[in-house]
């Protein structure tokens, strides 16, 4: 099972950890081999956290028909040059924003393609701002909207100056990307978090589902990529016990897929981005009866999650 970056001492790290039986193999989801990520447009000095192609990949794909092709400009870019090849819809990325992209990088010069997020089938997730990725993507991103396709021709100063990434990116290289975006993930802060009130009271049998606010967005499904903040309350006192929020970064994970415990997930089906829903677990499709002693959950005691639904794609 795959196993998402773990918010440490979070509830959803804990539900992780029940539901895989094991820690083993989490810091293989932080770790890229140098190789791996000189493929992606990340920072030189940061690691990359978007899926890498495998070792042991085959060495040819099926042609994907959604992967654009590169149109490189008439001279080398000096400068970040930005053309938005389709609009899109929504809110612009601003600084902060998650952006989700899929992508295809060239050399500006001859055309070479070093890398592209279509073949690997997965796409890649970056915050604006935050230096996770070279400074042209951080700056030539800004403003892209969800649906938008967008090309940013890149000066070397911009991209990976003197240094070669792989085998293909040589020094004082331009670079020219084609990057479709698929999602614009505004993420509110920590004095966004809702002030809920949970009324302690007896162990229940079945699990409950109250929707404190109805979400106006598209309802989540199967195998969507949903970015959710979670705080966490002991049922039988109402005492808050862990919240994402506190930490700021919010979960991802696929919904339905088996990274969280399965009583979450069933409890979040019909929820629709923007929705908050709160929901009472029994201890036995929780913790169970040992509890939790790293969150303060006594044996056999319920819990009372509060979901917000932030973003799914």
């Not at 106006?216 to 039988?236: K, M, N, S």
Request: aromatic share 4%; hydrophobic share 40%; glycine share 12%.
């Amino acid at each position: 099972m795959r196993t998402v970056r773990l918010v440490v001492s979070s509830l959803a790290a804990l539900s992780l950890l029940s539901a895989c039986g094991s820690a083993e193999g989490t810091d293989a989801d932080t770790t890229v081999e140098t190789s791996a990520a000189a493929s992606l447009p990340v920072a030189t000095d940061a690691v990359a956290t978007s899926a890498a192609p495998a070792t042991d990949a085959p060495t040819t794909v099926a042609p994907n028909p959604d992967k654009p092709t590169v149109d490189i400009p008439a001279t080398l870019p000096t400068e970040l040059v930005v053309t938005d090849l389709v609009e899109g819809t929504g809110p612009a990325a601003e600084a902060g924003d998650i952006v989700v992209v899929n992508y295809v990088g060239v050399r500006s010069v001859d055309g070479t393609e070093f890398d592209n997020s279509y073949d690997r089938g997965e796409p890649f997730s970056v915050t604006l701002g935050a230096g996770m990725v070279i400074k042209g993507w951080d700056e030539g991103l800004v403003g892209i909207k969800q649906g938008g396709r967008r090309q940013l021709d890149i000066p070397a100063d911009l991209a990976y100056g003197d240094n070669p990434q792989g085998d293909v990116i040589q020094p004082g290289d331009a670079l020219t990307f084609v990057v479709d975006a698929v999602a614009v993930i505004s993420i509110p802060d920590a004095s966004q978090a809702p002030q809920v009130t949970v009324t302690g009271g007896p162990n229940v049998t079945e699990i409950a589902t109250v929707d404190l606010v109805e979400g106006e967005g598209t309802e989540i499904a199967t195998g969507q990529h949903v970015y959710i903040h979670l705080i966490a309350f002991r049922a039988d006192t109402g005492e808050q016990i862990d919240s994402s929020w506190s930490g700021g970064a919010p979960i991802d994970f696929t919904y339905d897929n088996g990274e969280l415990m399965a009583s979450i997930e069933s409890s979040m089906a019909g929820m629709k981005v923007g929705g908050r829903r709160q929901i009472t677990i029994p201890f036995e499709q929780g913790f169970g009866a040992g509890g939790n002693e790293q969150l303060g959950l006594p044996p056999s005691t319920d819990v009372v999650l509060v979901i917000d639904l932030l973003a799914s794609y």
